[in-house]
């Protein structure tokens, strides 16, 4: 059974930083593309930023670039979201996903709220 458990969201100012993390089980994350997004209120979801399973190449949505680091332990079977120089705009719920066997699976969220 695919499942993703995100952790690590908070209440910070901006400036400052944190850590996501994303669990997975029932399956091999290192095999697999994974993707964080983020829900803002009132917002669609959108997408934040991925890394391959091949060369472990990332990408950025444009916002979060110099900012943001996507990461994973192999190890662990964790993926991990370093976000740095946090903004009021990088307010939101954090959700990691991965498309495996055809279907799309989505973690519970985490929340990220930059407030001063």
């Known amino acids: 059974q695919v499942q993703l458990v995100e952790s690590g969201g908070g209440l910070v100012q901006p400036g400052e930083s944190l850590r996501l993390s994303c669990a997975a089980s029932?399956?091999?994350?290192?095999?697999?593309?994974m993707r964080w997004y983020r829900q803002a209120p009132g917002k669609a979801r959108e997408f934040v930023a991925r890394i391959t399973s091949i060369d472990n190449s990332t990408l950025y949505t444009d916002s979060v670039k110099g900012r943001f680091t996507i990461s994973r332990d192999n190890a662990k079977n964790t993926v991990y979201l370093q976000m740095d120089s946090l903004e009021p705009e990088d307010t939101a719920v954090y959700y990691c996903h991965v498309l495996y066997r055809g279907n799309g699976y989505w973690g519970q969220g985490t929340q990220v709220t930059v407030s001063s």
């Open positions: 029932g399956f091999t994350s290192s095999l697999n593309v």
